[in-house]
Structures are given as structure tokens and as C-alpha cells.
């Protein structure tokens, strides 16, 4: 299907309005929420901004990487006999890792320790640790005491990290993906073991995205279009979709739909996720998998013009995706209105990747057909802005939404209408102070 377009009466879209901010001398990659009504951005120059989504306004902006930001990751202070702090995680291709005080806009501590540059950072809030993933996996503790490391993994290091239940993390080292253990240490110390548990060899490209639906449950996604479904507490391969499915080699097994036809552009970039379905970028498409029925419900296959980088649940069951293409997009997951069955012409099937056009395989897919809902994704908004890829984006409610790009710019899109009663009262409140306001009855 052809690109979707949207005309300029956008009555579904709220943002009609939009702040650019202005720092960045170089693609802004990383977008962080600090808390309800603050940010961080960071990107290719090294540099570190604080923002107010309220408002705009920059509150500082923070230097001491040489190189581009790497990773970035918030962790609050949970140590009740202090005042709760924000801090803020930076990694660099200078190899080194900052914390940053969020209310001073200080640098608090910086390790150099590393061997290669860090590419991911996470926050275990439970065990008051967090874990660097490079070509090993560190854990460290709030004053930045190295606690615990793996061996040498490989050359390409790790890529991705998601927590999961029992002091465990998988690890995307390639296309594998590696469970680790944190164990405390048994001589009554803060020392922790990190120890590998179990390797899982079963997606065939490297894995490029990984989110934590529960904690029963998490999801990978790989380079040839791969999604996979797996069981958070035993590690086992509960349902997988996959875009080379082939009934020949496996004619026993239950056919899988394929994400998308095109081999050049399978790519799982992007995974978000809730407790009913994952929603995954793949490629220039937009894939809705539900994980009752271990099957695809929904999908955009050309949701954009180039490649999806960012895509996220809004809680109004909205998606709001960004793309290479510098477009973001608002879409809405909708159900169809169930229509009388008709027999499905055998191509619809191949399409899918049902594998061989059967009776058996027709009869089965109309009956699902009859007894499943229908849905799909309608573009409701339309948000042009970036001039260049959009990397990612925040969304912070009533404020708006936050953008950033390669074009060095942060964009806060703002409902129009919200901002425009802000004003009103505002200026309201300012007669009646200055005594210019006169009521006549």
C-alpha cells in the first residue's frame, strides 16, 4: 500500500503548536525524562542539555564528554535519610561515563576505566546498582565502586540490556542473546557476582531491540525482521514472527506471518510494548503483535516514507512513531466493522506467509477470520517540523510532546487549544491584578 496522507484539517491531532529549542551543534540522538516536567537531551556533540518541557527554557547545559553520547539512562536516588535526588547517566565514545547532578547541573563523578566505549546503560532501582554494556558487563553501585565485571565477551560487545525478574538481565551481544545473574556476595559485603546463566542462539541476525512487557515476559526483535517472544523466568521461546518463513523445511509446524516482504527493509528497529500486545517498527512499517493470540492484528506496512526509529503507546490507544524520514505520525488502533465472511482469495494467504495455498489452510483462516476481531491503524496526525531524521521522541501528557533530530534540533509540540487557554488566563489573572478589569452586570 502507498504512503497514508492526512489533509490539513487534522481535527485528531492536538499539536498545533510548537516550540524549537535551539543548543546542539550535531544529531540529537537521546532524549531522557527526569520528571514530570523536566529533560535531557543528548547527542553527537557531546553535550548534554536540561530542558523544561513546560516551557522550553534550557536550565543548563552540561560539558565534559570529548566525544558522542553513547547512552544515557535517569537514576533517581532512593536513599530515604537524603533528599530524593535526580541524576542522569551519560556514556561516551570517549569511553567514559559522567553522573550528573539534575538540580545543580554539576558533574558528580566520572569513571575512565573502560576498555571500550559504552554503549548501553541500566538502572536496576531494586538492587540500587546499574550495569554498563560494553565489550563486558559492569556493575556498579551509587558512588561509582566498580562491583562486579564479566569477561571479555566479543569484539561487537553489548548492544542492548532489559531487566528481567530474579536479579537477571539479558544481554544482546550479536545475535545472541545472554542471561545474566546478579548474585550478592556471601562474606556479608556490598560485593556482587555477576554470573552468565544461559545463552540463546535462536534468532539468526543481530538483535537490535529489546523491551520487557512484565514480568513474565519480554521480546527481542533482530536485523532480518525476526520477533521473538520469550518467557522471562525460565528463558524459553514462547511464539516467534518471522519474514523467512519457509513450509517446506518445517512442514509440521505452525506456519508463521511474515512482518513484511521486502528483505531490505525487515529491520526491527524499535519495540514498545503493553500488557496485551507489542508494537514493533519494522522497517518503514508499523506491526501491532498480540500476545494472546500470538499473531499479528494490525499493521502500516509503509507508515512512513523511510525506515520507523521510535515508536510509543500512548495511553488512548494512539502509537506515535518518527522516522528517517523526518516525519512523526500519530496513529489510532482501531477495530473494523466485522462484515459478512466471503471465501479469501488463496493470495491473501501467501501475502501473509500461510505458507502452501490449502482447503485446510483457507477453512482455518475463515474461521479465525469470523471469530477474531479485525483492527487497524489509522493516521490521525500528521506532524511536520524536522527538516531530517527523527531519532526518538517524549511524551509528557498535557505538556506535549518532545522531538529530536539530526537536523541539531529539539522540537516541544503543544495542543493548541490547551495553550491558548493558558494565555487566556494568564492574561485574565494580569487586568484583574492591575485593577484594569471591570466587571459590568
Not at 115 to 121: A, E, F, G, Q
Amino acid at each position: 500500500s502507498s504512503i497514508q496522507t492526512i489533509g490539513e484539517e487534522q481535527i485528531q491531532n492536538p499539536y498545533t503548536e510548537l516550540l524549537v529549542l535551539k543548543g546542539h551543534q550535531d544529531i540529537v540522538r537521546f532524549l531522557v525524562q527526569i520528571d514530570d516536567c523536566r529533560f535531557a537531551s543528548a547527542g553527537d556533540d557531546g553535550i548534554i542539555f536540561l530542558w523544561n518541557a513546560q516551557t522550553g527554557e534550557k536550565l543548563f547545559e552540561l560539558r565534559g564528554h570529548t566525544h558522542k553520547i553513547t547512552a544515557i539512562a535517569p537514576f533517581s536516588s532512593s536513599d530515604a535519610s537524603e533528599e530524593k535526588k535526580h541524576l542522569i547517566l551519560t556514556a561516551s565514545a570517549d569511553r567514559t561515563v559522567i553522573v550528573w547532578d539534575c538540580t545543580s547541573g554539576r558533574q558528580v563523578q566520572k569513571v575512565s576505566c573502560f576498555h571500550s566505549t559504552v554503549k548501553c546503560l541500566t538502572v536496576l532501582q531494586r538492587l540500587d546498582v546499574w550495569l554498563s554494556g560494553g565489550s563486558d558487563l559492569c556493575v556498579w553501585n551509587r558512588k561509582l565502586d566498580l562491583l562486579c565485571k564479566t569477561s571479555h565477551l566479543t569484539d561487537a560487545g553489548i548492544s542492548a540490556l532489559v531487566e528481567l525478574p530474579k536479579n537477571c538481565v539479558a544481554a544482546a551481544v550479536g545475535r545472541e542473546l545472554i542471561i545474566f545473574r546478579l548474585v550478592a556476595s556471601n562474606d556479608g559485603s556490598e560485593g556482587w557476582n555477576v554470573l552468565e546463566v544461559k545463552r540463546l542462539v535462536d534468532h539468526q541476525d543481530n538483535i537490535l531491540s529489546l523491551v520487557s512487557v512484565n514480568d513474565l515476559t519480554f521480546v527481542t526483535g533482530s536485523h532480518v525482521g525476526e520477533l521473538i517472544v520469550w518467557d522471562a523466568l525460565d528463558w524459553t521461546k514462547q511464539a516467534s514472527e518471522c519474514n523467512f518463513w519457509d513450509s517446506s523445511v518445517h512442514p509440521d509446524v505452525q506456519p508463521e506471518i511474515k512482518l513484511s516482504q521486502s528483505p531490505n527493509e525487515t529491520s526491527v528497529q524499535h519495540l514498545t510494548s503493553d500488557e496485551e500486545c507489542v508494537f514493533a517498527a519494522v522497517g518503514k512499517g508499523i506491526y501491532v503483535y498480540n500476545l494472546q493470540m500470538k499473531r499479528v492484528i494490525a499493521c502500516q506496512r509503509t507508515a512512513h516514507d523511510s525506515s520507523v526509529l521510535h515508536i510509543e503507546r500512548l495511553p488512548n490507544r494512539q502509537l506515535i512513531s518518527c522516522s528517517e524520514d523526518g516525519s512523526v505520525r500519530i496513529w489510532e488502533l482501531r477495530e473494523k466493522q466485522q462484515l459478512p465472511a466471503e471465501p479469501v482469495p488463496t493470495g491473501f494467504f501467501n501475502m501473509w506467509g500461510f505458507g502452501r495455498a490449502n482447503k485446510q489452510a483457507n477453512q482455518a483462516a475463515k474461521k479465525m477470520q469470523e471469530n477474531t476481531p479485525a483492527y487497524f491503524l489509522e493516521l490521525v496526525g500528521d506532524l511536520i517540523g524536522h527538516s531530517s531524521a527523527v531519532q526518538m521522541f517524549l511524551y509528557f501528557g498535557e505538556l506535549g510532546l518532545a522531538t529530536c533530530s539530526a537536523d541539531h534540533l529539539i522540537i516541544l509540540w503543544k495542543d493548541g487549544e490547551r495553550e491558548s487557554r493558558l494565555r487566556s488566563l494568564t492574561l485574565f489573572q494580569k487586568l484583574a491584578q492591575n485593577g484594569d478589569l471591570q466587571l459590568k452586570f
